[in-house]
Nanobody, 119 residues
Framework: VQLQACGGGLVQAGESLRLSCAAS????????MGWYRQAPGKQRELVAH???????AYADSVKGRFAIFRDNSKNVLYLQMNNLKPEDTAVYYC??????????????WGQGTQVTVSS
């Protein structure tokens, strides 16, 4: 099982980006999926997560600007980021709690994608 994240880039403040994260491999089911981010010199922080029933939760700093959603038919997670701010600059990591076809459950992480917002 692996997660592949993409969609980062360099944008100006106020612009938008959409990140995606595709899960592949021997997957039986996916429970929680989400995004963390880590800015230089700071700890990794939770941005948003979504569980299998599509319940979502967001960090206060991104509420109203970011939206997390998933396509369960394709095992893809998305993060729509609108009205980006310089403080959103970070490496964004996706994660997922996946039960593989041998029924073992584990946490998996994507490789990270850089988001840079200029003022």
């Amino acid at each position: 099982v692996q997660l592949q994240a993409c969609g980062g880039g360099l944008v100006q403040a106020g612009e938008s980006l959409r990140l995606s994260c595709a899960a592949s491999g021997s997957i039986f089911s996916i429970n929680t999926m989400g995004w963390y981010r880590q800015a230089p010199g700071k700890q990794r922080e939770l941005v948003a997560h979504i569980i299998h029933d599509d319940s979502t939760a967001y960090a206060d700093s991104v509420k109203g600007r970011f939206a997390i959603f998933r396509d369960n038919s394709k095992n893809v997670l998305y993060l729509q980021m609108n009205n980006l701010k310089p403080e959103d600059t970070a490496v964004y990591y996706c994660y997922a709690v996946i039960r593989s076809r041998d029924y073992k459950s584990a946490n998996y992480w994507g490789q990270g994608t850089q988001v840079t917002v200029s003022s």
